[in-house]
């Protein structure tokens, strides 16, 4: 299983680190992933990090903002979101995959329960 943890409300500018920790099995051979829901919008890709932690890609709204890492000895992949705008505000979810590419196509193996983001202007 994964659980995402983090989110709050916090204003625009702002930072938050969102984790999500596995458990059950060991995710260390999975490419991991971030993604987003807004109200009334799509699950969208956010970022992705590969098994090794080696290469790291983003969509292009977070680029410069936001930075995915993992730590493979505590079994916890983070997303680091900086400089916060109203936009960003939504439900983020990590995810699991056989390889980077199948996260970020959006059909990754395994889906963590989301983490809320809220910001205010």
């Known amino acids: 299983q994964l659980q995402a943890s983090g989110g709050g409300l916090v204003q625009a500018g702002g930072s938050l680190r969102l984790s999500c920790a596995a458990s059950?099995?060991?995710?260390?051979?999975?490419?991991m992933g971030w993604f987003r829901q807004a109200p009334g919008k799509e699950r969208e890709f956010v970022a992705a990090?590969?098994?090794?932690?080696?290469?790291?890609r983003y969509a292009d709204s977070v680029k410069g903002r936001f930075t995915v890492s993992r730590d493979s000895a505590k079994n916890t992949v983070y997303l680091q979101v900086n400089s916060l705008k109203p936009e960003d505000a939504a439900v983020y979810y990590c995810?699991?995959?056989?390889?980077?590419?199948?996260?970020?196509?959006?059909?990754?193996?395994?889906w963590g329960q989301g983490t809320q983001v809220t910001v205010s202007s």
């Open positions: 995810a699991a995959g056989s390889s980077i590419g199948v996260v970020i196509t959006g059909s990754p193996d395994y």
């Open positions: 059950g099995r060991t995710f260390s051979t999975y490419a």
């Open positions: 990090i590969s098994r090794s932690g080696g290469t790291t």
